[in-house]
């Protein structure tokens, strides 16, 4: 039984799984969920404030947690930010 924050869109869940799978990275599965929720939110809170121009919550998956988890093996300190 999983609290009622950790209840994801399944479809969305699968899309990350499969871009993670594509791109040979390994994330814990209660960090998955936690990204699939914050790509939910982010989509709600899109509509009333233009936080980015991708709408569609799979193509937010992609853009806006793939393209910055795929560099993941090749990063070797302990913090980092992302500018662009």
């Given at each position: 039984?999983?609290?009622?924050?950790?209840?994801?869109?399944?479809?969305?869940?699968?899309?990350?799984?499969?871009?993670?799978?594509?791109?040979?990275v390994e994330v814990r599965e209660?960090?998955?969920?936690?990204?699939?929720?914050?790509?939910?939110?982010?989509?709600?809170?899109?509509?009333?404030?233009?936080?980015?121009?991708?709408?569609?919550?799979?193509?937010?998956?992609?853009?806006?947690?793939?393209?910055?988890?795929?560099?993941?093996?090749?990063?070797?300190?302990?913090?980092?930010?992302?500018?662009?």
């Open positions: 039984f999983l609290p009622s924050f950790f209840k994801v869109d399944p479809e969305l869940l699968a899309t990350l799984q499969q871009c993670l799978t594509q791109i040979s209660s960090q998955q969920i936690l990204l699939v929720r914050y790509i939910e939110m982010m989509h709600k809170w899109n509509k009333a404030y233009n936080l980015t121009s991708v709408r569609d919550p799979k193509q937010m998956i992609i853009k806006h947690i793939v393209d910055s988890i795929v560099i993941s093996p090749y990063l070797t300190g302990a913090r980092y930010i992302d500018v662009g």
